[in-house]
């Protein structure tokens, strides 16, 4: 089992920028990989950005060059940087980690965090 707890978000105005974290307890020896998600009402979650299985990232076409993810070994957590904030921005952000056992990959996902772009 692996444990996601998030924080960081909250309101802020358009062109502003937030800082979400995530930090993972449990089997964190078992993650091969983390990222971040979003949703909004009524439409699925999509990727925001992952750290892929070969240690490099992939981030979603809306936020490349605005969003940086980064994450801190010592301490289990990944870090969301989020710049130039735009209202399309608003959403529920996810943290997400896959654990591999075997040849089974299981997602987990933290509670949610809700962010906020309005002026």
């Known amino acids: 089992q692996v444990q996601l707890v998030e924080s960081g978000g909250g309101l802020v105005q358009p062109g502003g920028s937030l800082r979400l974290s995530c930090a993972a307890s449990?089997?964190?020896?078992?993650?091969?990989?983390m990222g971040w998600y979003r949703q909004v009402p009524g439409k699925e979650r999509d990727l925001v950005v992952s750290f892929t299985r070969n240690g490099s990232t992939n981030y979603g076409d809306s936020v490349k060059g605005r969003f940086t993810i980064s994450r801190d070994v010592a301490k289990n957590t990944v870090y969301l940087q989020m710049n130039s904030l735009k209202p399309e921005d608003t959403a529920v952000y996810y943290c997400?980690?896959?654990?591999?056992?075997?040849?089974?990959?299981?997602?987990?996902w933290g509670q949610g965090t809700q962010v906020t772009v309005s002026s």
């Open positions: 449990g089997s964190i020896f078992a993650i091969t990989s």
């Open positions: 997400n980690a896959v654990a591999t056992v075997g040849m089974d990959d299981y997602d987990y």
